[in-house]
């Protein structure tokens, strides 16, 4: 008799749309914008943990009046609440763009399961698409340079349009099907000059000589608001990385905005075993996230 547990029956609620205009029962595709940014937040019990931090991020990366942003976060709110009682939580995207040249923003959100294939731990697939900077410059907000008085786009940013990163994926989805009990397959992503960035749907973590450490985004890859939350409480550094210094790490993970921390269980073909300092991770969100 196997002694894994099984998800308990329980009816999902119907996903939940949201606009400036209020509750709606259909959105547009994200390819009828024509440039955007996007925001994957975890709502529970009624609230958004990280809602401060992608708020930050969001206007960082888009040129968006004061009233406008307080409009928008009021609606988060109002959309959290309406998922309160859902029983595992939501997964809430929110959309800023530009819809036949006019400024659109909504919000779509969706139950969590009660297990998750990322509960398993993901094994980290190379990509051979490359990211470039492009891949995650804002398409709005506009800066100087210290050296130049030319404009330059602000890194870092979640595109709503994502071609590169669909293209990467696309990769991955031409591999054999895993076992259902499998772990995640998670794409790995690495720039024109073959160094590490980010993974289609998360940042990476390196633990190393008793320290975490993480790739640069200076150039090109999404600045995460989890991986901007974890450093605010535990020391991460940013460097360059090659796959060398991946295969060489003492333990790797993966975060993001609503999964968390999660462990990496296999690299190609090597199977890793999930570490101590990933557990103190994952108790540190636990304790002070959901």
Same mark, same amino acid.
């Given at each position: 008799?196997?002694?894994?547990?099984?998800?308990?029956?329980?009816?999902?609620?119907?996903?939940?749309?949201?606009?400036?205009?209020?509750?709606?029962?259909?959105?547009?595709?994200?390819?009828?914008?024509?440039?955007?940014?996007?925001?994957?937040?975890?709502?529970?019990?009624?609230?958004?943990?990280?809602?401060?931090?992608?708020?930050?991020?969001?206007?960082?990366?888009?040129?968006?009046?004061?009233?406008?942003?307080?409009?928008?976060?009021?609606?988060?709110?109002?959309?959290?609440?309406?998922?309160?009682?859902?029983?595992?939580?939501?997964?809430?995207? @929110?959309?800023?763009?530009?819809?036949?040249?006019?400024?659109?923003?909504?919000?779509?959100?969706?139950?969590?399961?009660? @297990?998750?294939?990322?509960?398993?731990?993901?094994?980290?697939?190379?990509?051979?698409?490359?990211?470039?900077?492009?891949?995650?410059?804002?398409?709005?907000?506009?800066?100087?340079?210290?050296?130049?008085?030319?404009?330059?786009?602000?890194?870092?940013?979640?595109?709503?349009?994502?071609?590169?990163?669909?293209?990467?994926?696309?990769? /991955?989805?031409?591999?054999?099907?895993?076992?259902?009990?499998?772990?995640?397959?998670?794409?790995?992503?690495?720039?024109?000059?073959?160094?590490?960035?980010?993974?289609?749907?998360?940042?990476?973590?390196?633990?190393?000589?008793?320290?975490?450490?993480?790739?640069?985004?200076?150039?090109?890859?999404?600045?995460?608001?989890?991986?901007?939350?974890?450093?605010?409480?535990?020391?991460?550094?940013?460097?360059? @990385?090659?796959?060398?210094?991946?295969?060489? /790490?003492?333990?790797?993970?993966?975060?993001?905005?609503?999964?968390?921390?999660?462990?990496?269980?296999?690299?190609?073909?090597?199977?890793?075993?999930?570490?101590?300092?990933?557990?103190?991770?994952?108790?540190?969100?636990?304790?002070?996230?959901?």
């Amino acid at each position: 008799m196997s002694n894994i547990p099984t998800a308990p029956m329980v009816k999902l609620p119907t996903p939940v749309s949201y606009t400036a205009a209020g509750a709606v029962e259909a959105l547009p595709a994200d390819a009828d914008f024509s440039a955007g940014l996007l925001e994957t937040m975890r709502a529970q019990s009624g609230t958004i943990p990280l809602l401060s931090l992608h708020m930050a991020r969001f206007t960082r990366c888009a040129a968006v009046a004061t009233s406008e942003l307080g409009q928008i976060q009021q609606s988060a709110q109002q959309l959290a609440t309406m998922t309160a009682n859902w029983p595992y939580g939501a997964r809430i995207r @929110f959309r800023f763009g530009l819809l036949d040249q006019i400024v659109r923003w909504d919000f779509y959100a969706v139950p969590l399961e009660a @297990f998750s294939p990322w509960s398993r731990g993901v094994v980290l697939q190379c990509c051979d698409t490359r990211l470039n900077p492009s891949a995650s410059a804002s398409p709005f907000s506009l800066s100087k340079t210290r050296s130049s008085e030319a404009p330059a786009a602000v890194p870092g940013c979640k595109l709503l349009r994502r071609e590169i990163y669909d293209q990467a994926g696309g990769e /991955a989805a031409l591999q054999p099907e895993p076992e259902a009990d499998a772990p995640l397959k998670e794409g790995l992503l690495l720039d024109a000059d073959g160094l590490v960035i980010e993974c289609l749907r998360s940042n990476l973590l390196l633990h190393k000589a008793g320290r975490w450490m993480t790739p640069s985004l200076d150039v090109c890859g999404v600045r995460g608001v989890m991986l901007g939350w974890l450093a605010g409480r535990v020391e991460i550094s940013e460097d360059r @990385f090659s796959l060398r210094d991946l295969a060489l /790490a003492d333990e790797l993970a993966v975060c993001n905005g609503v999964r968390g921390v999660v462990p990496v269980v296999g690299f190609g073909e090597t199977v890793l075993a999930t570490g101590p300092a990933t557990g103190r991770l994952q108790q540190l969100i636990a304790e002070n996230l959901w």
